[in-house]
């Protein structure tokens, strides 16, 4: 019986993860990137803490200065990156 349980519980959290995984794959599909090499383009992670960034050469971008920048100007581009990033 418990062992039944823990399986629903493991299989549930298995699912979980992977809408969670699913959900960050369309933000990430919808930001644009601009001037950015196409293998070096910033990726979207959800933290330890589950907080949503963007990840781009050791710097970082909280979800929510993204989706600023995205309002004003449509996309991402470098410079808009590294003048809000937080250094690892």
């Known amino acids: 019986m418990r062992q039944q349980r823990l399986r629903r519980a493991i299989d549930r959290a298995y699912d979980l993860q992977h809408q969670a995984d699913s959900a ?22 959800i933290t330890s803490s589950d907080e949503m960034i963007l990840e781009w050469h050791g710097h970082e971008m909280h979800i929510e200065s993204a989706l600023d920048i995205m309002e004003k100007t449509g996309y991402i581009q470098p410079t808009d990156f590294e003048a809000t990033y937080r250094r690892w």
């Not at 644009?32 to 070096?40: A, G, I, K, T």
């Open 24 to 45: 960050v794959s369309i933000v990430a599909s919808l930001l644009v990137f601009r001037d950015f090499n196409y293998y070096e383009e910033p990726t979207v992670s």
